[in-house]
């Protein structure tokens, strides 16, 4: 797997994907269960959720184009590191060339960080629903959804442009084995030879940026979600479905932001190669598998509107049925 390091003053110019390193007699399960499982139904799910928000015109709010928006994001990042992770782990086809290398890693952050800023966003918007509703309408408008997602291509773009800039400058001199299946940012800086402080503090920076922002401010939301609607319910019923709601919402970004701060710095802190990749992988994945299931089926109204389009389609094929003969040529 490894190889020689390069001669003199030179850096590699490509890759090789560590994987799972303990598990490689298990390897065709793993991209049964993981991989083809998890990207399968994470495929699934987010494209029947685009397909409803998209076909029903009374999902065409900011909160629902805000839950679109997050399913473009899934699946867009799961297919940003499936194709290598599967090639790698089924027929060992590992290597990755720097430059494809640092253009998985911009994508697989970039729509990362989107994805949080989008969860900020949705917790933003379901303050104002909830805590400001006669003015609901007059702030969450067009113009501002727009400047929303403005401002999350902004931010996500710039930050990791430079994080992936500056590990693009690296002198890769050692091993050139990413103890890794997809191309993480620590993961290739701990390869560097030379000075890796500026990138460690950049990743650092990122954490506190997204982590360290979005999670109190997303936090706080629920909390005063939650806070107004316990207020208002009088029936038990509606008081635990708020609690319920609420607190599945922030047990799964609980989870994508700690998951990812772990996985962003397992490089720098002593963990298992298999369980840094696991984490990894779980980061990526299992985000974007269960957001169809947190904010489609437990939705009243998305579940409503594919009701409502599965009952056209069966209208329209059993209307076609009727028009058709037994010998199959259409009635006159």
Not at 44 to 69: D, F, K, R
Not at 178 to 196: E, K, N
Request: aromatic letters at 10%; a positive charge; one cysteine or more.
């Amino acid at each position: 797997m490894l190889e020689a390091s390069p001669v003199g003053n030179s850096s590699h110019s490509s890759f090789l994907f560590g994987g799972f390193p303990s598990l490689q007699n298990h390897q065709r399960l793993l991209v049964l269960v993981l991989l083809i499982g998890c990207y399968v139904t994470l495929l699934l799910g987010n494209c029947a959720l685009l397909l409803v928000i998209g076909s029903v015109a009374s999902l065409h709010s900011p909160m629902y184009l805000l839950i679109a928006s997050l399913c473009a994001v899934d699946i867009l990042v799961g297919t940003t590191i499936f194709p290598t992770t599967l090639l790698s782990l089924l027929f060992n086809w590992d290597r990755i060339s720097l430059t494809g290398c640092l253009t998985q890693m911009f994508f697989t952050h970039f729509l990362s960080s989107l994805e949080s800023t989008l969860l900020l966003a949705m917790a933003l918007d379901r303050y104002v629903a909830i805590c400001l509703p006669l003015r609901y309408n007059k702030i969450m408008n067009a113009s501002v959804f727009a400047k929303l997602l403005l401002f999350a291509l902004f931010r996500s773009g710039s930050i990791m442009g430079t994080l992936v800039g500056l590990a693009g400058s690296l002198w890769f001199c050692d091993s050139n084995t990413i103890r890794h299946c997809y191309c993480d940012h620590m993961a290739l800086v701990s390869l560097a030879c030379g000075d890796t402080e500026r990138n460690r503090a950049a990743g650092f920076a990122v954490i506190i940026c997204f982590v360290g922002v979005d999670t109190p401010v997303i936090f706080f939301s629920y909390v005063k979600i939650l806070s107004v609607v316990l207020r208002a319910s009088a029936s038990g019923e509606e008081r635990w479905k708020a609690f319920h709601t609420c607190g599945t919402h922030l047990m799964v970004m609980t989870c994508f932001y700690l998951v990812g701060s772990v996985s962003f710095l397992s490089p720098s802190i002593n963990i298992p190669p298999d369980a840094h990749t696991f984490m990894g992988l779980m980061y990526i994945l299992l985000p974007a598998t269960v957001n169809p299931i947190i904010y489609g089926v437990r939705t009243k109204e998305i579940r409503n509107g594919f009701l409502k389009i599965f009952k056209v389609r069966a209208k329209k094929l059993k209307s076609m049925k009727v028009k058709v003969s037994p010998a199959g040529k259409a009635k006159t």
